[in-house]
């Protein structure tokens, strides 16, 4: 099988919180971006950052968890009901639904030869850092309806919402 292109992976982020501090320099009390966790202040140090290096970054707050921990239930409450999915974990249970919706998923043309090209849906990663809020609720809406429409044609979007709320946290 020939290989598809791969984008290389991108670098883990880091979090920080802003807050008020006193510039030792000036005495002026300033605004700055300060490690959120031991995780964050480790990755700063592996990348060899130092207090008056000068950074360029891209900042944008992280997605709301909670919403993420919801589509997981959806997946565990998924490949619990639904007999096409018994066996699947939470993140495969979404991922394939992903795949059959064909929403935030790209395109990617694989030559096989003998046989010749063939497009394959390939679902965009959920993490936090990868997909923006608004894709993320698009997604969950999509996936619901998608459930109704192909698995459960008597339930609507908001039952199926109301059954996740039910379900425990998954891992």
Request: aromatic share 6%; hydrophobic share 35%.
């Amino acid at each position: 099988m020939a290989e598809t292109k791969r984008k290389p992976k991108k670098a883990r982020p880091v979090y920080f919180s802003v807050r008020r501090l006193v510039d030792p320099s000036t005495g002026e009390e300033v605004g700055a971006l300060v490690p959120r966790h031991r995780i964050d202040q480790r990755l700063m140090r592996e990348r060899n950052y130092r207090i008056g290096d000068e950074l360029r970054a891209d900042l944008k707050k992280p997605r709301n968890a909670k919403f993420h921990r919801l589509v997981h239930s959806l997946g565990g409450l998924v490949a619990d009901q639904i007999e096409a999915f018994q066996g699947m974990g939470c993140h495969d249970a979404i991922k394939r639904l992903q795949r059959e919706t064909g929403i935030c998923c790209e395109v990617q043309t694989i030559d096989l030869p003998g046989i010749g090209k063939l497009d394959v849906s390939v679902a965009q990663s959920l993490a936090f850092d990868e997909m923006e809020e608004g894709d993320f609720y698009r997604l969950w809406q999509g996936i619901c309806r998608h459930i109704c429409e192909r698995y459960w044609p008597g339930m609507t979007e908001d039952q199926i919402g109301q059954m996740v709320d039910l379900m425990p946290e998954a891992a």
